[in-house]
């Protein structure tokens, strides 16, 4: 199952590391891919084994230190 987010405030290499590590922590994930739009808005791909829970994906973000929009 694929999901897509758009992430804001990601800037460089390091924040897209940032923010796999999070995701990848979500019970499910199985793979993450962003597509870096620096100081823009990111599209952050994520596949999983079935329905993520919105709310957890949107944790893993801030985790991050970065959010959802």
């Not at 979500?26 to 962003?34: E, F, H, I, L, S």
């Amino acid at each position: 199952m694929t999901t897509t987010v758009n992430v804001s405030g990601m800037t460089c290499g390091h924040c897209v590391s940032s923010v796999k590590e999070e995701l990848s922590e979500v019970p499910g994930v199985t793979a993450v891919d962003v597509d870096l739009n620096s100081g823009g808005i990111s599209p952050v791909t994520i596949e999983s084994t079935g329905d993520l829970d919105p709310q957890a994906v949107t944790e893993a973000v801030a985790e991050a230190g970065y959010s959802v929009v």
